[in-house]
């Protein structure tokens, strides 16, 4: 069975709205038969990467020198698949976050090439991770707020040497209305987002007319900005 691992960076965990597309994404990557294991970067005991000496490429490849809830986490990166990360946009990422995707160094293999005029690395043998997939939310109005977040991503695939295989995106995510009180547009999201999992898990991709429905436009750019500035 295809083996899917998420990291949910949101310090809201599973009561934010980063979670409720997290959630409606993964299902539908277990209809298509896809195990899933969703793990939240503010519960996990993750210090920041502070050796300054390289100590996994250098010293003992392959190992970190910090002992802590990362431990637990890389036997199951190493298995999976899919590498799902999950954030809300922040300036840019929330910290916990930040320190996941830094400690991942230790399995990345020390041998580096040049592809396409960058230095990139690549993920050691043990570690099956064929592709990375974003799930981000924004409060603001414009998918362009994901810029960042987005760039982290494919940068963090492209430097792996595996697939960036896509993002679902949600700006204004607070519009689709709180948990147990969704509108119908979060509804319709939702299930957007839900059908963007199943597609990747059964055509390796994801329709772009999916991803759309996914980030649309729920109100004007004029009408949100006025929202939040009513307060100022």
Aim: charged share 25%; hydrophobic share 40%; with cysteine.
């Amino acid at each position: 069975m295809s083996k899917t691992v998420a990291i949910n960076g949101s310090p809201l965990m599973d009561k934010g709205y980063t979670a409720m597309v997290l959630t409606a994404f993964t299902g539908g990557l277990t209809d298509a038969g896809v195990d899933v294991e969703v793990f939240y970067a503010s519960k996990l005991k993750v210090k920041p990467c502070a050796c300054g000496e390289m100590y996994c490429w250098r010293i003992k490849p392959g190992e970190c020198c910090i002992r802590d809830d990362m431990d637990m986490l890389y036997p199951r990166l190493k298995e999976a698949d899919t590498l799902i990360l999950a954030t809300p946009v922040y300036i840019p990422l929330p910290g916990e976050m930040q320190n996941v995707i830094n400690r991942l160094c230790p399995i990345l293999n020390p041998l580096l090439e040049t592809r396409a005029g960058r230095t990139r690395a690549g993920f050691r043998d043990d570690v099956k991770i064929r592709r990375i997939v974003l799930v981000s939310t924004s409060g603001w109005w414009e998918k362009e707020n994901f810029g960042v977040v987005l760039h982290i991503a494919r940068e963090l695939a492209e430097t792996a040497g595996v697939e960036f295989a896509g993002a679902v995106l949600r700006p204004h995510a607070f519009l689709m209305g709180g948990k147990g009180d969704l509108t119908e547009d979060g509804k319709s999201v939702l299930d957007a987002a839900r059908k963007a999992g199943y597609e990747l898990a059964k055509e390796g991709t994801m329709a772009e007319a999916t991803l759309e429905a996914v980030s649309r436009p729920l109100i004007s750019e004029d009408e949100l900005r006025q929202m939040f500035n009513q307060g100022g």
